[in-house]
């Protein structure tokens, strides 16, 4: 899935651990690491996102913990 596709699928905006900082979202594939902004686990709705089921990501709160690359 291409960048462009994997944002506007991206549910990180309606997450209750998001928080708006003007970031490029999509942390699952974030080629700058983590969020510089988002520090509390308040929850994560990645598993269930379309960006990662069809990627095959196993893994939750890319943006606290780093993308799927960082946390194999
Ligand atoms: S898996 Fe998480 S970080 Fe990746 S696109 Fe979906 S909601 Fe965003
Ligand atoms: S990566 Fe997960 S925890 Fe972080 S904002 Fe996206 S859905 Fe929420």
Do not use: T
């Not at 596709?5 to 708006?20: I, K, W």
């Not at 942390?27 to 510089?36: E, I, L, Q, T």
């Amino acid at each position: 899935m291409d960048r462009k596709e994997a944002v506007r699928l991206c549910v990180c905006r309606m997450c209750p651990s998001f928080v708006d900082c003007g970031e490029e979202i999509v942390f699952c594939m974030a080629v700058n690491s983590k969020s510089g902004c988002i520090s509390k686990e308040k929850g994560c709705l990645c598993p269930g996102c379309p960006v990662q089921d069809w990627e095959g990501f196993q893994h939750v709160y890319y943006c606290i913990r780093g993308s799927e690359a960082e946390q194999h």
